[in-house]
Antibody, heavy 119, light 107 residues
């Protein structure tokens, strides 16, 4: 069974760093790209960026470039999303999802990680 | 960047109704258009990919059409479990982008 399992909810203060994870199982991890999607409270879906775990090639939306980093560890089938300095506006649900390649839809999604940033 | 516009932003319908949601891209995206369903507190679910291909396990009452800039998601006979928010997404160019969503509510 294909699964993407995300790390648990986080509560952080502005300025703190954070790394959340997404672990794939039940498929060949390196053959699917992993995307991160943000959903702010009560709002729609926003594409943040993606990574090809086979070579760690990544691409970001300009809206998120420079504020987050996406990385992968193939040895443990895990992709990460990290911030070096959180803002209150980073409060959101974050989803990881897989796709077969550039033009493909996201066929499996993680359960989401809720990040709350508050002083 | 490619901007996706969905309409309507919300609609009220009854069980058994035929429902149509439209999505327009700011430039041609060929057929690289996906549709997702999201229920409250849940992750999105892929319904349609490549504009008209039904994802495995999705009921046949869901269908998609269109190419270029104009696309449609149709639910032929709305069921109780279909009340949700629907999003289109273009996967033609980076950054990929979603429409603003259409909330389908019970009339």
């Amino acid at each position: 069974e294909v699964q993407l399992v995300q790390s648990g909810a986080e509560v952080k203060k502005p300025g703190e760093s954070l790394r959340i994870s997404c672990k794939g199982s039940g498929y060949s991890f390196s053959t699917y790209w992993i995307t991160w999607v943000r959903q702010m409270p009560g709002k729609g879906l926003e594409w943040m960026g993606w990574i090809d775990p086979s070579d760690s090639y990544s691409n970001y939306s300009p809206s998120f470039q420079g504020h987050v980093t996406i990385s992968a560890d193939r040895s443990i089938s895990t992709v990460y999303l990290q911030w070096s300095s959180l803002k209150a506006s980073d409060t959101a649900m974050y989803y990881c999802a897989r796709s077969k390649g550039f033009y493909s839809g996201n066929d499996y999604w993680g359960q989401g990680t809720l990040v709350t940033v508050s002083s | 960047d490619i901007h996706m516009t969905q309409s309507p932003s919300s609609l009220s319908a009854s069980v058994g109704d035929r429902v149509t949601i439209t999505c327009r891209a700011s430039q041609s995206i060929n057929s690289y258009l996906n549709w997702y369903q999201q229920k409250p507190g849940k992750a999105p679910k892929l319904l349609i990919y490549d504009a008209s291909s039904l994802q495995s396990g999705v009921p046949s009452r869901f269908s998609g059409s269109g190419s270029g800039t104009d696309f449609t998601l149709t639910i032929s006979s709305l069921q109780p479990e279909d009340f949700a928010t629907y999003y289109c997404q273009q996967s033609y160019g980076v950054p990929l982008s979603f429409g603003g969503g259409t909330k389908v509510e019970i009339k």
